[in-house]
């Protein structure tokens, strides 16, 4: 038996995390049994007051019992991704803002995200992923930028079993009948820069590792095709995302919560602290329980640099 003074901030949680203690209403009945009636224990610890701790020899056989909170089946799903014969569509809204010398800019557009399920080969899954009816695009550069997108409709996307992208690629027709496109695109847009836009589209077109690398900088793919699926242990999982680029790797951990009522599985996912990191990531999900389909998401990235505040905020939510 161990002898502690509860101290400003002290709660069960805390202290159980001190001494190894997986479920910490065992502090409270241990220091119950033990001690005298004016130092019971009813609610609240109170700050100054003796706390009787059980030796490792107890918390061992607490432990044993594997009843902490935690580890109830609730809080640690199996997400299965069953995606076959799925054919949806999301509303997605994008908000990307900067603060800078308290000074506030931010851009906001919509678009429809299509999602079908075309295959599966062994241990792969193939999508037609499409991005359409963009809406709220307020300058020439996001008009151009989203026509050019809509022209390479509809891209493929193969991922592994859990959901997780291996591959991102155009389709064959679409290389082949790129040389159409590009005229079509020179005629809607005729000026000298979207003339240079669409030289650079037809380069990235070309070099398939070079469209791979960027379709996976894409704040929706790389946000929808996460490791969601990974296993859960002691009510958590992580993960690894490219947060801004192939250079700011971040560590993500999940708890996840079964709501048998709507038959979903909750998701909320933070960044794991690093004291280092500049950067804040927050994400929400909500995943059909029977086939693990996403059926909305909220993801807030927020980053510092140079003294300028960066953030995007993703919000999609499956048509009905």
């Not at 109830?72 to 994008?94: A, C, M």
């Amino acid at each position: 038996m161990i002898l502690h003074f509860i101290r400003h901030g002290d709660t069960l949680q805390s202290i159980a995390d001190q001494i190894n203690l997986e479920n910490p209403l065992y502090i409270k009945e241990f220091h119950n049994q033990k001690c005298a009636g004016e130092d019971y224990i009813f609610e609240d610890l109170v700050v100054g007051k003796k706390l009787f701790l059980p030796d490792n020899l107890t918390i061992h056989k607490y432990n044993s019992k594997n009843d902490a909170p935690f580890k109830s089946p609730d809080k640690n799903p199996k997400i299965n991704f069953v995606p076959e014969h799925s054919d949806i569509q999301y509303k997605v809204v994008v908000t990307e803002s900067s603060f800078d010398d308290r000074k506030k800019s931010a851009n906001s557009f919509a678009y429809i995200f299509s999602l079908k399920w075309i295959k599966n080969e062994y241990t792969t899954h193939t999508f037609h992923i499409s991005k359409t009816n963009f809406s709220n695009i307020k300058e020439k550069i996001g008009d151009l930028a989203s026509t050019c997108l809509q022209s390479l409709n509809p891209i493929e996307i193969q991922t592994n079993l859990k959901g997780e992208i291996i591959t991102i690629s155009l389709l064959k027709e679409t290389i082949d009948n790129f040389p159409k496109i590009k005229e079509k695109l020179l005629d809607q847009f005729p000026d000298k820069y979207a003339e240079i836009y669409i030289e650079e589209l037809e380069y990235v077109v070309l070099n398939q590792e070079l469209f791979q690398k960027k379709m996976k900088q894409d704040w929706l793919l790389k946000t929808f095709f996460a490791p969601l699926r990974n296993e859960f242990k002691n009510g958590k999982s992580n993960f690894k995302i490219f947060l801004e680029n192939e250079n700011s790797v971040a560590d993500i951990q999940q708890s996840g919560t079964v709501n048998n009522e709507r038959d979903e599985i909750i998701l909320s996912q933070t960044l794991v602290f690093n004291e280092n990191n500049q950067t804040d990531f927050i994400g929400n999900y909500t995943l059909s329980a029977q086939t693990g389909i996403i059926k909305s998401m909220e993801i807030h990235n927020s980053y510092s640099q140079y003294n300028v505040l960066y953030s995007t905020e993703l919000k999609a939510d499956q048509i009905l």
